[in-house]
């Protein structure tokens, strides 16, 4: 179906991107013959759309890829008959959501102090956003904290309230989540850095981010691990 087609209410929502639409037509050509595939996108584009009916209106928000790509891999796994390990499609919606990541990690390296000032400014300069525009946007991303440490380089924040996880809990879907919340990790990774990250807005009260580069000490302190729900989180080693 025409995306220009596709009813829901455009005074309140966006389209997904076309990077989300790629991955997911790549993930059912993966599986599915063209005829399958064709019929199989129609029903996701379908369920976007019916998803959106009783979502609160984010169509504003500045950075709206972060909120309505997820609904439509939500939207693809709800449809498809064949459930897939999550793990073997990670990558492919890493790639669609922060697959520049790769490209910025041949040039930008937080073990270095000038840039680990810069994501220091970078991250706060994207928190403000998320403050400022929370009062128009309830039920968007709702920051906790933000601060810098330049003597050790270190970037921490919090968001108490995650779009991604509301949606999740809202259908029941909070084993689909983790595709969304890993991408996380593997971001910072590309960039040489690490996400010591303890909790999300579905584990704990809060989606903690602790940002450093990969060779800084406070790294050596932390095990990564997967939960038994699949998402990646941060362990004091014993």
């Known amino acids: 179906m025409k995306e ?17 639409k790629k991955c997911v037509l790549n993930l059912l050509r993966r599986c599915y013959d063209a005829q399958k595939t064709g019929t199989l996108w129609e ?8 998803f959106l009916k009783d979502e609160p209106a984010l169509g504003g928000v500045k950075m709206t890829t972060s909120i309505y790509d997820p609904i439509l891999i939500f939207a693809w796994y709800k449809v498809i008959p064949d459930k897939p390990a999550l793990e073997d499609v990670q990558q492919d919606v890493f790639k669609s959501f922060m697959g520049s ?25 994207t928190g403000d956003i998320r403050i400022k525009e929370i009062g128009q ?38 084993n689909v989540l983790p595709l969304m919340c890993n991408c996380d990790h593997l971001a910072m990774q590309k960039i040489h850095a690490c996400l010591i990250r303890k909790g999300t ?5 809060c989606c903690d981010y602790c940002i450093v580069g990969d060779r800084y000490p406070l790294v050596k302190e932390y095990d990564l691990i997967k939960s038994d729900n699949g998402l990646l989180l941060s362990v004091i080693k014993k």
Do not use: W
């Open 4 to 20: 220009s087609m596709l009813p829901f209410d455009r005074s309140k929502h966006v389209l997904y991107t076309k990077n989300a």
């Open 43 to 50: 029903k996701i584009q379908l369920q976007y759309c019916e």
């Open 101 to 125: 990541f790769e490209t910025l990690g041949k040039i930008f390296n937080l073990n270095r102090k000038l840039d680990n000032r810069l994501a220091g400014r970078i991250f706060q300069k």
């Open 137 to 174: 946007f309830p039920a968007s991303y709702r920051m906790g904290y933000f601060s810098y440490d330049s003597e050790n380089g270190i970037v921490r924040y919090n968001f108490t309230q995650c779009p991604n996880a509301e949606f999740a809990k809202r259908h029941h879907m909070e």
């Open 201 to 205: 807005c579905v584990t704990a009260d």
